[in-house]
């Protein structure tokens, strides 16, 4: 039965977004590098379980007209709110229903791509159950299941503080009380510390992540009635009992073993065909936290060896920048190259160099395989030699294996150059009237500081041209400025034609986040 009763994320709104890692551009391409035929990206089925408002799935539809999309939740508050906005976007390919997972019903039909991020470990026994249950019968024979969760060992710290917060709180009269009182207590137990021993040190990195995230979040995190990590084999235990087998993690850079030193990478590399036991240890090395797991049906063969040639098939794009210029790109001077999440990569093969150049200045596109071969060879001012095909491949991949460069089936719909009717998705438009966050056509979350960025995304609806775009936000501008509006705050557009070329300025930078549209 569907619970009639207010949730707590009724009562306070768990600020969900767009989790680019959840895409089914990220779960396909994965899929098919490990040697799965998963459903084209523009034309599958994906349900998403505990959507919340659907803050994921909403731009996720808007961004794949094709697809059918179809997101759960046992909260009513975030599910009415998530059908206003599908309501005043005109989606027609995407449904919210107010349902307890526990209730799913057979009728719901196969999915090519199940999302369940932030469920699995804040729910009990019986609907983590019934989760597993639910890949296992309604993921299609190639479909891919991505389910996130807290883990052990990482997680015994977060326990700790958790406990104590809990102790703390107990008697709390109401949900804003728990959190400040919270918050109260770790600053108290983090300034109490004052001799720089390991437990000192352990509390004021978690002061720091808990005063990071919202209030709603460690509400909904560290104060949730349940908040159940466990280890990595035991979340394969119960994945492979309902017929399901680890695919990857959506980070694939997770997966890899080897960022640690040699002697290690030995030991691992020699747990190679125990997969689930080199993932396990890898856990243990980095004292994991959080894992992102994407699973598929048991009886699939999946090719964990990924092998350069088949890059050949495939989009790239990588936000790098160059750290260390090299005077002579074709030389075997050292580059480096930084990227997302601290990823880096040094090199001196000058066809490393160039791609990553190339793909550094095409950020945010994506970028076929043999268009960064002819761009690069271009550079390097040479012509094509045979093993050129299989050294890029080598190079992506490893790319790919730092977090440094993306891999995609398809390139998303965003330009790089602002044109002469400069246009965000409506998506990003009614975010820009209610925030700073906005979903990229990369399906990533960004955070826009600058006011008049945000008044801009509200007006780029393709109709109007800079020099409309310039006028306009002068009028806002007057508006607020005159008596009784209370809108007049943040950075206002210059006089004369340095308010044009300003204009000009925000929408490449808006391009280059990805927030501008074909
Ligand atoms: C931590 S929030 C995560 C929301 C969103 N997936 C995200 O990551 O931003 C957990 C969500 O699961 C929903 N939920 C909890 N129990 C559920 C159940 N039995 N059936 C369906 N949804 C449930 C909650 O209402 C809430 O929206």
Not at 25 to 37: K, N, P
Not at 320 to 334: F, G, L, Y
Not at 406 to 420: A, F, N
Request: negative net charge.
């Amino acid at each position: 039965m569907n619970r009639a009763n207010p949730t707590p994320y009724d009562h306070i709104l768990y600020p969900g977004h767009s989790y680019r890692q959840t895409h089914p551009d990220r779960l396909a391409t994965l899929a098919t590098l490990l040697g799965m035929q998963p459903a084209p990206v523009d034309r599958c089925r994906v349900l998403e379980l505990g959507c919340g408002s659907g803050a994921n799935l909403i731009p996720m539809a808007w961004g794949l007209p094709g697809t059918e999309c179809v997101g759960i939740d046992l909260a009513a508050r975030p599910v009415a709110e998530g059908q206003t906005t599908i309501q005043e976007l005109g989606l027609g390919n995407i449904q919210l229903h107010q349902l307890d997972l526990l209730d799913f019903p057979d009728t719901m039909g196969t999915f090519d791509y199940i999302i369940a991020h932030g469920l699995y470990s804040w729910v009990p026994p019986a609907v983590r159950n019934k989760l597993m249950a639910v890949c296992q019968k309604h993921l299609a024979a190639h479909g891919v299941a991505f389910i996130s969760y807290n883990t052990y060992p990482g997680c015994h710290i977060r326990d700790m503080l958790r406990e104590m917060m809990l102790y703390h709180v107990h008697n709390a009269p109401d949900s804003i009380t728990k959190i400040h009182q919270a918050q109260a207590l770790l600053k108290f137990l983090a300034d109490s510390q004052t001799e720089p021993d390991e437990y000192g040190r352990l509390l004021h990195k978690e002061l720091e992540r808990v005063m990071h995230y919202s209030a709603a979040h460690l509400f909904h995190d560290d104060l949730a009635e349940i908040n159940q990590p466990l280890y990595f084999h035991q979340f394969m235990e119960h994945a492979s009992s309902h017929g399901l087998q680890f695919l990857s993690e959506a980070e694939y850079f997770m997966v890899q073993t080897d960022q640690f030193p040699e002697h290690t990478v030995k030991v691992l590399n020699g747990l190679e065909g125990n997969i689930l036991g080199q993932q396990q240890y890898l856990d243990f090395l980095r004292c994991r936290r959080f894992r992102q797991t994407l699973l598929c049906h048991a009886d699939l063969a999946i090719h964990f060896q990924v092998r350069p040639e088949q890059m050949a098939d495939f989009y790239f794009s990588a936000p790098t920048t160059a750290v260390s210029e090299a005077s002579d790109i074709s030389s075997p001077e050292e580059m480096e190259f930084h990227g997302d999440q601290g990823s880096r990569l040094k090199t001196t093969n000058p066809l490393a160099k160039a791609a990553l150049q190339y793909l550094g200045s095409m950020w945010p596109q994506s970028v076929h395989f043999k268009e960064i071969l002819t761009e690069a060879l271009n550079s390097l001012g040479r012509a094509r030699e045979n093993e050129d095909e299989i050294e890029l491949g080598a190079i992506l991949q490893s790319g790919f294996g730092t977090g440094l460069v993306d891999v995609h089936l398809s390139p998303p719909r965003l330009v790089l150059e602002p044109g002469e009717y400069p246009m965000v998705s409506p998506v990003a438009r009614m975010q820009a009237a209610m925030g700073d966050l906005f979903t990229t056509l990369r399906h990533r979350t960004v955070r826009l500081d600058d006011t008049l960025a945000c008044q801009l995304v509200q007006m780029l609806d393709g109709t109007r041209t800079v020099a409309s775009l310039t006028t306009q936000l002068r009028q806002r501008a007057r508006d607020a400025e005159s008596p009784g509006d209370g809108t007049g705050q943040g950075r206002t557009i210059s006089a004369g034609q340095d308010g044009e070329r300003e204009v000009k300025t925000l929408l490449r930078s808006l391009a280059r986040l990805g927030l501008l549209v074909q």
